[in-house]
């Protein structure tokens, strides 16, 4: 699969047509490749800046650019619902890895966009940069169903040519309505002759600040490298470190709540949970826990007359006490 990263001419302009709050925000760039694009987008504004990539290199060098970066697949991610707000979503442009053969394999295009709203939250604004010839009636339905207020233009002349993208912006609705007009409009995108990209006399969205602390954005399969970041937060990780560090671990013997009746005794020491001397001076005894297997046996008749012998073995738990004379007796 190719890297081919949003222009920086692109991303420039794009910033004209947004406002960005004066407080906290989060931004999302579900294929980051080296964070550069979202890092410019965002550049001196209050956003915090989250991305996933899945080439390793490359993720580790958005880490340097973004607040937090998953080395991950977007598809195999875990990210917290309606939080972030904005998305910057350039998609590969590939088709997914077919589950059945026989299945016909789908665009990655619409899998990644067909959930993108559950991220977004109501009043976000979705960035969608696909090529003009891949807004087919399944990604058109979506668009129309989540996201109002779109705009669509052309990358200008110099970058359109080597893969003729677009610029999809929209703001996320509150309630998910599909809209057949706009559905129809979108539908003409791949044959039509749309305008370029230009920067717009002032900013046309307003990118909403954060409703809540963002806490949920990890790998499915969190790495042993990414447990202290993921678990940063969590003040129990926090004592448990504090402990591992100190290498002193207090244990608390305290006595049950309610005195252990002589049954209870039994089993715990057939089971090798106490300790079994009991008694004083030439009194002493030892109690020990075990088991013996029993076999029982016995005989039935076949439905054809035939008589047969039927063994059945099973495990039976054994309390032995050894005295001072060293004889042993079978308590159980």
Known sequence: MG???TPPKVVDT??????FPDTTFYALDPCCGEGLALEQLIAGTNGQTYGVELDASRAEEARSRLTQVLHDAWETSVVQHEAFSICLCNPPYDYDLKEDIFAKAKRKELLWIKDMHKYLMPGGILIYIIQQERYSPSICRVLATHYEQIRVCRFLDEEYKAFKQTVLIGIRKETPARNPKTEQALLQIPKKQLEPLLPPSAPLYAVPPAKSELRIFRPRVIRPKDVD???????LYDRVKEVMRSGVVEINREQPPMPLNPAHKAIFLVAGCMNGAVGKGADIHLLKGTERVEVETETEETPDGQIVEISRESRVPQLVAVE???????LM
């Open 3 to 5: 890297y081919y990263p």
């Open 229 to 235: 970041r993921e678990t940063a937060y969590s003040p």
């Open 324 to 330: 001072p004379a060293g004889n042993i007796l079978d």
């Open 14 to 19: 794009l910033r004209c047509y947004l406002a």
